[in-house]
């Protein structure tokens, strides 16, 4: 692929850490499946977060041909992907108090619902906040995070926790801490970071997961299509106006 085998190396640490999910987060993949059937199920609604490049996994979900018209992205104004300037605004605002809260207050999301919450570190406010306030609100709440940062750093927010410890269900991501899976002779710094692969994996994991769940219960699973086949955007159109109580990124 590459005359220098970065290319291939990277490939393989990504594929080393699919495996380590698949291998040893089956069970929490599952049981994040079926907290969202149960919130569907019941009438729920469910919602995914994320920070910067966080946010990426969360929004590879929503309006997703293939997957479940009823997942939403719950945006933080300023810390959604890295479309502010100066980017680092974007870091900044993960470290801010009263922002996720703030949100969860004002925002769509209610008792009963399910909110995703990816952080790879978990150690910033802004995640941990959302989903400690989410919990209050009788919200359950799915964290996808690297467990190894709770074992290897310290927290960076007022309550010494990290984004695991608020959560109903955690999905260990594998990611090493650096979230750099490669070093080469003559590059100064760790680099190729494999955090977006991975949770992006997981998240589609849980969907098709809730998604077969819900298939088991008799009901069916609002799946959109691809709008570039026949009838796709019909399909879609009917499946949006049958769940328009439960899809707020219209």
Sequence with gaps: MSGNGLAERFIDAAIGLLARVREEESETVAAAGKLIADAFASGGRVFAFGAGHSSLPAQDVVYRAGGLAVMN?????????????????????????????AVLDTGPVRAGDVLVVISLSGRNTLPVEMASRARELGLKVIGVTSVAYAEGTTPRNASGTFLKDHCDVVVDSKIAVGDAELTADGIDAPFAPASTVVTSAIMQAVVATAAGELAARGITPPLLRSGNVDGGHEWNGRVMEEYADRIFYR
Excluded: I
């Design 73 to 101: 992205l719950l945006p933080v104004p300023g810390a959604v992907g890295v479309d502010v300037v100066p980017a680092t605004l974007g870091s900044a605002l993960e470290r801010v108090t009263g922002l996720a809260s």
